[in-house]
């Protein structure tokens, strides 16, 4: 549908190249996507919380994965998590069994995700973590951080990448709520930015 303006010029309807974007939230998701861990396993934690921009803000439309090492800090190395159904065609999502420690989560529209897997062991010297990669409107490039689980403080404080971050250490630290429930918000910008990592 063609617009016109107050002049007289007419326009064209926008095209995707005109919106701001890119929207990662619309395509990438996948049924249970979020739930890492086998179904039912008891040593299930959920890792949550919100995705801000630099004004505090949340997004939802911002897509957040997460891998990690198994409990013994081991990398699994099954099959991936969208599984072909040889008889569709399509997407059936994980199989509720193995662990393939590797997940994605979208937000929501108040900006929430949140991911149930298993607790990862440490492994090459660090203190147990997760790898995060952050995809969001208005980032042409994606973000890399981790997020480091409390329990082990002497672990935490051997760490070499904490021990670099120095006073910001904190954004890369979940807070434990109980339960085995964690709570970490990746803030974009602003104060208390997320420290985030350049691969080279």
């Known amino acids: 549908m063609t617009t016109t303006d107050t002049n007289g010029t007419e326009h064209p309807p926008p095209t995707p190249s005109h919106t701001v974007g890119p929207f990662y939230g619309y395509a990438l998701p996948f049924c249970g996507g979020e739930d890492v861990a086998p179904l039912g396993h008891p040593d299930t934690v959920t890792v949550h919380g ?6 505090g803000r949340p997004l939802p439309d911002a897509l957040v994965e997460l891998w990690g090492a ?8 099954v099959d991936g998590s969208m599984r072909r159904d ?3 065609g399509g997407h059936p999502g994980r199989n509720g069994v193995e662990f393939t420690g590797w997940g994605r989560s979208r937000t929501d ?4 995700w949140y991911a149930r897997t298993l607790r990862p062991g440490a492994r090459g010297g660090s203190a147990p973590y997760l790898s995060v990669c952050v995809f969001a409107r208005g980032l042409l490039v994606h973000l890399f951080t981790r997020i480091y ?7 935490l404080a051997a760490d070499p990448l904490l021990g670099r971050v120095g ?12 339960g085995g429930t964690y709570r970490f918000d ?5 104060e208390a930015e997320t420290v ?4 080279r």
């Open 50 to 55: 919100h995705v801000l921009d630099g004004e």
């Open 70 to 77: 198994r409990p013994d800090g081991t990398v699994p190395r």
């Open 196 to 199: 985030f990592l350049e691969y």
């Open 186 to 190: 990746i803030r974009l910008q602003g």
């Open 109 to 112: 529209t108040d900006g929430h």
């Open 86 to 88: 040889p008889a569709t």
């Open 149 to 155: 689980l409390p329990g082990d403080e002497a672990a």
């Open 167 to 178: 006073d910001r250490r904190d954004t890369l630290i979940a807070r434990d709520e109980g």
